[in-house]
């Protein structure tokens, strides 16, 4: 095996069809859909730790 083969075999590369660019992050960490789901899970978590203080019982949402 050739030393230029060698580094070309373990390089990875995207398809070209892939709307992902080679300088964009390869997951889904702090992308605004991320980041919308995070805010409604979090309000969801508020709410029902609010009503269960309320009530003083554990809700089953």
């Known amino acids: ?3 230029d083969q060698q580094y070309i075999e373990h390089e990875i590369n995207a398809p070209v069809s892939s709307s992902q ?8 960490h702090s992308t605004p859909v991320t980041e ?6 979090k309000a969801k978590a508020e709410k029902q730790t609010n009503d269960e203080h309320k009530t003083g019982t554990l809700l089953n949402i």
């Open 21 to 28: 660019s080679f300088d964009e992050p390869k997951s889904a």
């Open 1 to 3: 095996m050739k030393k």
């Open 36 to 41: 919308k789901y995070v805010k409604k899970r």
